[in-house]
Nanobody, 115 residues
Framework: QVTLVESGGGLVQTGGSLRLSCAAS????????MGWYRQAPGKQRELVAG???????NYAAFVKGRFIISRDNAKNTVYLQMNSLKSEDTAVYYC?????????WGKGTLVTVSS
C-alpha cells in the first residue's frame, strides 16, 4: 500500500505563485509515473502535468510556460511549481503515482485563485 500526502495548496491572488508537493510512502518498489491532476467544480478531472522516472515531462496546453513539474526520486516526492496563476486554475489538485501495476491518488489539495 502506498500513501500520498499533498501539501502547498491555498488562496492566492491572480498572477501569484504556489508550490504543491506530494510525498509518497509505504510499499514502494518502483515509481514510474508521477503527476498532478485537477478538478474544478462541475468539471471532469484533467491531467495538469506528469513526469516519468527518467525525468520526461508532459504538460497540458493550458499550463505550458506557467507550471513546472519536478520530482525527487530519493524522497519519492513530486512538486508542481505554479506561476502566473489565473482564476481558471482554481481547482482541487490531486497527486497521482503509478507503481506498476497500481496507480494511487492523493486526497487532493485546494487551490483558489482570486482576482
Amino acid at each position: 500500500q502506498v500513501t500520498l500526502v499533498e501539501s502547498g495548496g491555498g488562496l492566492v491572488q491572480t498572477g501569484g505563485s504556489l508550490r504543491l508537493s506530494c510525498a509518497a510512502s509505504g510499499s514502494i518498489f518502483s515509481i514510474n509515473f508521477m503527476g498532478w491532476y485537477r478538478q474544478a467544480p462541475g468539471k471532469q478531472r484533467e491531467l495538469v502535468a506528469g513526469i516519468t522516472s527518467g525525468g520526461n515531462t508532459n504538460y497540458a496546453a493550458f499550463v505550458k510556460g506557467r507550471f513546472i513539474i519536478s520530482r525527487d526520486n530519493a524522497k519519492n516526492t513530486v512538486y508542481l511549481q505554479m506561476n502566473s496563476l489565473k482564476s481558471e486554475d482554481t481547482a482541487v489538485y490531486y497527486c497521482n503515482v503509478y507503481t506498476p501495476p497500481v496507480a494511487y491518488w492523493g486526497k487532493g489539495t485546494l487551490v483558489t485563485v482570486s482576482s
